[in-house]
């Protein structure tokens, strides 16, 4: 990884940050979910940045992969634990970040418990060591403290223009002989939860990125959508938001769902924990180089 690459991760990691902590500040009783998101999305952009993917909040037992679709009418609810999971990318290198809310205290304790074992992480996060020691680190200081880590849920590799890379950044301790390489960027992400610790799809889907550019038996328009979506966004996650210029939102919806039949896009659905716990969520990006762990996503100023 050379000096303008570390440059642009750590540009994108920083303009994160900054976003997070406004979207941190708009949470609250009754907002509007979808006017958070574009706030975020927005504030994003007027940084001299893209989103990497559209901005979740997921509300209490919905763990990941809520965000609002077109016309959504969601109010942030009374005493509830939101996620909020966001990221910028500048040139397609990437960052990734999230955050617990809680606006109810009894559930202080669980957001602690990610909050906490994300340090714990970052700390014992070095080149050389094994991927499944990091998700005993986690699992350690959430099963500590009284929760469960989510095992189904994890961190990635980030690479550029693709935000999960192939290797998994496990939330519990497992025997994978995968380690962690110098000059890499990883995501690493705690899931806690009350509930069962595990989490199953559940709803509808609005985010969605490019598989494939194949066009082979699709009409004229999809093919359209195809180059609009492949200039726009390359394969990183998208919302059904950004394209409502391109089509009214029906025939938008269709063709997501056909085009996602035809594996030609991928669907994010909201995850949902098995048990209907309630979930918590921190989040940072790093990048590790020989003798240190650079973390892109702390608070600075630009």
Not at 133 to 141: A, L, M, R
Not at 181 to 210: C, H, M, W
Not at 216 to 225: I, M, N, P, R, S
Not at 243 to 261: A, Q
Request: proline content about 4%.
């Amino acid at each position: 990884m050379n000096k303008d690459e570390i440059e642009a991760y750590i540009k994108a990691g920083k303009i994160a940050a900054q976003a997070r902590e406004l979207g941190r500040d708009l949470i609250k009783e009754g907002m509007s979910v979808l006017e958070i998101c574009e706030e975020v999305e927005q504030y994003i952009i007027k940084l001299n940045a893209k989103p990497s993917f559209p901005c979740n909040i997921s509300i209490n037992e919905i763990a990941a992969h809520y965000s609002p679709g077109l016309d959504d009418d969601l109010k942030i609810p009374k005493g509830s634990v939101i996620k909020l999971d966001i990221g910028a990318h500048i040139d397609g290198y990437i960052s990734d970040t999230a955050i617990t809310v809680s606006l109810e205290h009894r559930f202080k304790g669980l957001v602690e418990s990610t909050e906490i074992a994300l340090n714990m992480a970052i700390s014992s996060f070095k080149h050389g060591k094994k991927l499944g020691e990091i998700g005993k680190v986690i699992q350690d200081v959430i099963v500590k403290m009284g929760y469960k880590p989510i095992r189904n849920l994890g961190g990635h590799l980030i690479s550029r223009y693709n935000l999960h890379a192939g290797i998994f950044v496990p939330n519990v301790f497992d025997r994978s002989p995968e380690v962690i390489q110098k000059d890499n960027v990883y995501a690493i992400e705690p899931f806690s939860t009350n509930g069962e610790g595990l989490v199953r799809e559940g709803g509808k889907a609005t985010i969605f990125s490019l598989k494939s550019k194949n066009n082979k038996g699709l009409t004229e328009e999809e093919k359209h959508l195809i180059e609009v979506i492949f200039t726009r966004f390359s394969y990183l996650p998208f919302s059904e938001r950004w394209l409502s210029d391109v089509y009214e939102t029906n025939k938008l919806r269709e063709m997501l769902r056909t085009l996602t039949r035809k594996k030609i896009l991928h669907e994010y659905p909201p995850l949902v924990e098995n048990g209907k716990g309630m979930v918590a969520q921190s989040e940072h990006t790093v990048i590790v180089s020989d003798n240190q762990i650079i973390v892109t996503t702390l608070i600075n100023k630009l």
